[in-house]
């Protein structure tokens, strides 16, 4: 069964500070994988989207790896900012259709001032 | 920045009555999703959709739910007759063609079944 499991489940930081969130996932047969940013009571929005081939992007503070051989992922945020504050969603392609998403159960980040 | 629309943002419906959820997707995308997220839990995929018909489905979506592209612009999810369980927030996803590309997210219709 195709799985994509996050960690922490929370974390808490304060303002300035950088953190790393780590996805794992066992999601066959591999397309791509996604990290999303759920603001409370809004939709994802897609942070970087990552094939097998590439293992780390950027977009503005946020960076994320890959590691396809070991099925991981991380997402670094540098600098935090208040507005960090969001659950953060691994989310895995299962065809190459990108027709499937599988999502991990996300990681819930709050920064503090 | 172009943005996917959902209507109604909440809505309460009594158990076994029919329930359309609607959404306009961006303008220039062709591929349109159905997501839901019970209250605590991941989301969930429901189905897919691509040149007027389903092209994936996951085990939630059973007989009880359609979906339908009424027009150039709609993208409707109705569910039958609704169950108790059906009690969750619904986003819809629109997406531009070619691969790798991200699905822009709604907000969501918050849906409760009294």
């Known amino acids: 069964k195709n799985q994509v499991e996050q960690s922490p489940q929370s974390l808490i930081i304060l303002e300035g500070k950088n953190c790393t969130l780590q996805?794992?996932?066992?999601?066959?047969?591999?397309?791509?994988l996604r990290w999303y940013k759920q603001d409370t009571g809004r939709g994802p929005v897609s942070l970087t989207i990552?094939?097998?081939?590439?293992n780390t992007k950027s977009n503005g503070r946020y960076t994320a790896t890959l590691d396809a051989d070991t099925k991981q992922s991380s997402l670094h945020i540098t600098a935090s900012q208040l507005s960090d504050s969001a659950s953060y969603i691994c989310?895995?392609?299962?065809?190459?259709?990108?027709?499937?998403?599988?999502f991990g159960t996300g990681t819930r980040l709050t920064i503090i001032p | 920045e172009p943005e996917v629309t959902q209507t109604p943002s909440h809505q309460v419906t009594q158990m076994g009555q029919e329930v359309i959820l609607r959404c306009v997707p961006i303008?220039?995308?062709?591929?349109f999703y159905w997501y839901r997220q019970i209250l605590g839990q991941k989301v969930e995929f429901l189905v897919s959709?691509?040149?007027?018909?389903?092209?994936?489905k996951s085990e939630i979506f059973d007989d009880q739910f359609s979906v339908e592209r009424p027009d150039g612009s709609n993208f409707t999810l109705k569910i039958r007759s609704t169950k108790l369980e059906d009690s969750a927030m619904y986003f819809c996803?629109?997406?531009?063609?070619?691969?790798?590309?991200?699905?822009?997210f709604g907000d969501g219709t918050r849906l409760s079944i009294l």
């Open positions: 303008s220039n995308h062709l591929y």
């Open positions: 996805c794992n996932y066992t999601v066959s047969p591999f397309s791509n």
């Open positions: 959709f691509y040149n007027n018909e389903i092209s994936e």
């Open positions: 990552m094939t097998f081939s590439e």
């Open positions: 996803a629109s997406r531009e063609p070619g691969s790798n590309q991200p699905q822009h």
């Open positions: 989310v895995v392609s299962a065809n190459f259709g990108n027709e499937k998403l599988t």
